[in-house]
C-alpha cells in the first residue's frame, strides 16, 4: 500500500474514532456541565443574599446606638450608621446585578429585593425622625416599633435565599444539608440581634426591663439554643471539615460564652435595680462584634457548598475538554503528518530566532524552547536555554543585592521587636520637622507614652508576654495615627509620637485615641491569658525658636510622670 493511501486511511479511521468519542463524551456530559453551571451560579446568589441579610442585619447595632444615644449625637455613631447602610445599600446592589446578570432572572426574587428597599426607607426615615428627638421624649413603644422595622427586613431577604437554595438543591441534592446549616446560622445571627435589641429600650432609658421584653429573652434564648445545636449536629458532608470545627468552637467562645453572658449581666442589673453601666451604643459596640463568629460559620458552610458545587462544574468541564481535546489531537496528527518537515525545521529556527532577538534586547521572561534532538536545531536551542539561563541567574543576583541593601537601610530605621521606627530614626526625622517648625514658626508637638505597671507583665507572665504587650500596644498606636505622623519606640516600653505640626487641643486629642485604643483592646496571650493594659501619656507643644526637640520631649517626659503620679491611664500636657 502506497504511503499516501495509508495515510488517508490512518486519517479516516483516527477521524471516525474521534467523532465517535466526541458523541458519547459530549451528549452525555452536556446536561452535567450545565446543571453544575446552574449549581454554581445559584449558590452564588444565595451567598449574596446572604451577605445583604447580614448587613441588613449589623446596620441594627449602629442604630441602636443612635437610638440610645443624647442629643447631639456622637460624631462617632453617626458615622457608623452611615457606614453599615451603605454597606446595606452596596450589598443590596450587587446582588441586584448578580440577579440581572443571570440567564433569567427571577421575578420573585427581584420583587423581595423591591419589598426590601422600599421597607429599607420607611424604617431608616422613621429612625431619623425618632433619632432627632431628646432621648426623654423616645418612647420605649416608639424605639420597639423603629427596632421592629429593620427586622422585619430580614425576612424579606430570607425569602429570595430560599428560592437560591431551592434551585442548587434541585441541580445537586447534596448541596441541601449544607444550605439547611447555612440558614440556621443566618437564623441564629437573626436572633442573636433580636436578643440584643430586646435592651434597646431598657438601656435608653436606662430602666428596668418590661416584662414583655423579659418574656422575649426567654424565648430568644430557647430559640438560640435550638438553633445552636441544629448547627453541631454532624448531619452535613461538611461536619469534619477542620474549619467548620473551628468555626464552631470560635462561635461557642465568642458568642455562646462571651456575647451571651453580657446579655444576662444586663438582665441580671434589671432584675437586681441596679445600674447597667452601659448606653445602647456601648452595649451594640461590645455586643456585635461578638455575633460575627456566627457568620463565620454561614461563611464556612457556604464555602464547603461553593467548593464541591466548583468541584462538580470542573470535573464537567474536564469531560468536555477530553472530548475537545481529542478532536484537537486528531487534527493535530493529521496535521503532524503533512508538516513534519515544516514542524521540524522551519519553526523551531524560527522561535530561537525570535528568541535570540528577544535576549539580545535584554527581555528573559519569555521560555526558550529546549529540544532533546541530536542534531544542529537541538544544539542551537540547548545553547540558547543555557545563555538565558546565565542571563536569568545574573539578574537574580543582582535583584537580591538591590533587596539586601534596602533591607539594610530599613533595618537600621526599624525597632526589631514592634516593627516601628526606633530611636535613631524618630531622633533624625524629628530634628527635621523641628528645624521645619522653625523656618515656618509652627507648632510642634511631642507625645511620649509608656505602658502602665509593664515590669508585672514581664514578672506575671514572662519576657514573651511582655514583647507581645510592646507589639499589640505598636499596632494599636499606630492604627490610630494618621499619615504623616511619626510613631517610634523610644526604648523598654515608652513610645513617642510626634503628629503633624498642630496645637496642645490636637495633640491631646490624638493621645485620647490611643489611651482609649490601648485600654479598650484585650490582648491574648499565646497561653490563653487575657490581658488587659492601660498607658500614661504626656504631651509637649512648642512653636517658632523654642521648637528644639531634646527640649520638647524633656517637657514631655516630665508631664508623662504627671501623668504616671496621678493614677496612670491618662493625659498630660
Known amino acids: 500500500m502506497k504511503l499516501t493511501r495509508l ?41 449574596k443574599s446572604m451577605l445583604a441579610a447580614e448587613k441588613l442585619s449589623f446596620e441594627r447595632g449602629p442604630v441602636n446606638g443612635m437610638l440610645g444615644d443624647a442629643l447631639p449625637h456622637q460624631a462617632v455613631r453617626v458615622d457608623k450608621l452611615a457606614a453599615a447602610r451603605a454597606a446595606s445599600d452596596r450589598a443590596l446592589a450587587e446582588l441586584q446585578l448578580a440577579i440581572d446578570a443571570g440567564p433569567a432572572p427571577s421575578a420573585s426574587a427581584l420583587a423581595a429585593l423591591h419589598r426590601v428597599r422600599m421597607a429599607l426607607a420607611s424604617a431608616r426615615g422613621n429612625i431619623d425622625l425618632l433619632a432627632k428627638l431628646p432621648r426623654e421624649e423616645r418612647t420605649p413603644e416608639a424605639l420597639v416599633a423603629a427596632v421592629e422595622q429593620m427586622f422585619a427586613l430580614v425576612p424579606i431577604v430570607m425569602e429570595a435565599v430560599n428560592e437560591f437554595s431551592r434551585s442548587s438543591e434541585q441541580s445537586y441534592p447534596q448541596f441541601s444539608v449544607i444550605l439547611l446549616n447555612a440558614r440556621y446560622a443566618v437564623e441564629l445571627r437573626e436572633y442573636a440581634g433580636r436578643l440584643g435589641s430586646q435592651l434597646t429600650a431598657a438601656l435608653t432609658a436606662q430602666t428596668p426591663l418590661s416584662a414583655d ?157 529546549s529540544s532533546p534532538r541530536r542534531d544542529e536545531v537541538g544544539d542551537l536551542l540547548r545553547a540558547l536555554v543555557a545563555l538565558r539561563a546565565g542571563a536569568i541567574e545574573r539578574q537574580h543576583l543582582e535583584v537580591e543585592r538591590q533587596h539586601l541593601i534596602e533591607e539594610l537601610k530599613r533595618s537600621a530605621d526599624t525597632d526589631y521587636l514592634t516593627g516601628i521606627l526606633n530611636r535613631r530614626a524618630f531622633t533624625a526625622a524629628g530634628n527635621l520637622r523641628a528645624r521645619s517648625a522653625r523656618e515656618q514658626n509652627l507648632s510642634l508637638t511631642v ?87 492601660t498607658a500614661s501619656f504626656g504631651i509637649a507643644v512648642a512653636s517658632g525658636s523654642d521648637s528644639a526637640l531634646d527640649s520638647l520631649f524633656q517637657a514631655a517626659d516630665l508631664a508623662l510622670y504627671r501623668a504616671k503620679a496621678q493614677g496612670r491611664n491618662r493625659v498630660e500636657g
Open 213 to 369: 421584653a423579659q418574656r422575649q429573652i426567654l424565648f430568644l434564648h430557647g430559640r438560640i439554643e435550638q438553633l445552636r445545636q441544629l448547627i453541631k449536629l454532624p448531619t452535613s458532608s461538611a461536619a469534619g471539615d477542620p474549619r467548620l470545627l473551628e468555626a464552631i468552637r470560635n462561635m461557642e467562645l465568642h458568642y455562646f460564652q462571651a456575647g451571651l453572658t453580657l446579655v444576662d449581666e444586663m438582665v441580671s442589673a434589671s432584675h437586681e435595680g441596679r445600674p447597667y453601666g452601659l448606653d445602647t451604643g456601648q452595649f451594640a459596640e461590645r455586643y456585635v462584634p461578638e455575633m460575627a463568629s456566627i457568620l463565620t460559620v454561614r461563611d464556612v458552610l457556604l464555602s464547603a457548598s461553593l467548593e464541591q458545587a466548583r468541584a462538580a462544574d470542573g470535573t464537567a468541564r474536564r469531560e468536555l475538554l477530553l472530548a475537545c481535546l481529542t478532536g484537537a489531537l486528531t487534527v493535530l496528527v493529521l496535521t503532524l503528518l503533512l508538516l513534519i518537515l515544516r514542524q521540524r525545521v522551519i519553526l523551531p529556527l524560527l522561535r530561537a530566532t525570535r528568541a535570540l532577538v528577544r535576549l539580545s534586547k535584554g527581555d528573559l521572561s519569555s521560555e526558550v524552547p
Open 447 to 533: 507625645i511620649v507614652f509608656d505602658i502602665d505597671h509593664f515590669k508585672s507583665v514581664n514578672d506575671c507572665y514572662g519576657h514573651d508576654a511582655g514583647d507581645q504587650v510592646l507589639i499589640r500596644v505598636a499596632e494599636l498606636a499606630r492604627r490610630e495615627l494618621r499619615e504623616g505622623e511619626i510613631l517610634a519606640r523610644y526604648g523598654g516600653e515608652e513610645f513617642v509620637v510626634m503628629p503633624v505640626y498642630c496645637d496642645l487641643a490636637a495633640a491631646r486629642a490624638v493621645a485620647e485615641r490611643m489611651r482609649r485604643a490601648i485600654e479598650a483592646e484585650p490582648l491574648p496571650l499565646a497561653d490563653g491569658h487575657i490581658l488587659r493594659v
Open 7 to 47: 495515510f488517508a486511511a490512518s486519517i479516516a479511521i483516527l477521524a471516525l474514532l474521534s467523532s465517535i468519542m466526541l458523541g458519547r463524551i459530549l451528549w452525555g456530559e452536556w446536561n452535567n456541565y450545565s446543571n453544575a453551571r446552574v449549581a454554581l451560579r445559584t449558590l452564588q446568589l444565595v451567598q
